[in-house]
């Protein structure tokens, strides 16, 4: 099972979020504490995405393992925002291992990544990629859960859903059609997020001017929270806000 985080903060390096704490995502690609539902490493990829400026995010994805690529420790070092979404992935069986394949997926502002796996692939969610354009099937990102999850969100914000309805659509709708799918999401403009804790972990760290979502606490440093399995998350720096998915 994949790890991912999303910080909106005051602007630090991608080195300081992502490489230096004692259990970093990077760290977590092949130490990672808590893994559930098969996988213990993710080394099937990874993503970083990130706001330069008040646009849209540049993404970097590689069908690597993040600690093999000595190009983005380089980058990290060196890069600074105060937004970003990252993401290590550990591929579901039988699921491609591509770049793009690699979360965070896009469009526009939007950043999007998914911890977790649809039951019954693809089965059981026919009927709900029935009801997308063809259009937006031809163009998946990839032939993987993930990806599909993603096209069902973007449909709605196309559709002019706020990003939290989207989600909770969406997640409810899959969770329905596939029971006991695992379906963490990470969804960001860069100025709020939204996220969905079902099946997975999820922890939160606030300070009055950030926040930090993430699969797994990357420190021992006091004020993480594991969020409750169930609920959706709207946040901005300095407020956390949960209800029940349901
Ligand atoms: N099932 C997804 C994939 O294969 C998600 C990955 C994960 O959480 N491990 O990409």
């Known amino acids: 099972m994949c790890r991912h985080l999303v910080y909106l903060g005051p602007p630090v390096t991608l080195a300081r979020l992502l490489f230096e704490p004692p259990f970093s995502l990077v760290r977590q690609a092949w130490a990672p504490r808590d893994m559930r539902g098969g996988g213990t490493i993710n080394a099937d990829g990874f993503g970083i995405g990130w706001y330069p400026g008040d646009g849209a995010p540049v993404r970097y994805r590689r069908a690597q393992p993040i600690w093999s690529d000595p190009t983005i420790a380089q980058l990290a070092e060196v890069t600074s925002a105060g937004a ?13 291992v591509l770049d793009d394949a690699a979360a965070p997926f896009s469009e526009g502002r939007w950043l999007f990544s998914h911890n977790g796996v649809i039951r019954g692939w693809p ?30 969100v973007r449909h709605r914000l196309r559709g002019g859903a706020d990003a939290a309805d989207a989600v ?12 006991g799918s695992r379906l963490n999401v990470l969804l960001t403009d860069g100025r709020a ?12 760290r606030e300070s009055p001017d950030a926040v930090l979502l993430a699969s797994e606490p990357h420190d021992e440093e006091p004020g993480w929270r594991e969020l409750p399995d169930g609920q959706l998350v709207s946040a901005v720096p300095g407020r956390v806000r949960l209800r029940p998915l349901t």
């Open 123 to 152: 089965d059981t969610v026919v009927p709900l990629a029935a009801e997308l354009p063809v259009r937006d099937l031809l163009t998946l990102d990839a032939t993987t859960d993930s990806a599909l999850l993603w096209a069902l």
């Open 168 to 179: 909770a659509a969406t997640v409810r709708a899959v969770a329905e059609a596939a029971p």
């Open 193 to 204: 997020v939204v996220a969905s804790v079902l099946g997975h972990a999820l922890s939160v």
């Open 84 to 96: 970003v979404l990252a993401a290590v992935r550990s591929a579901t069986v039988g699921m491609a």
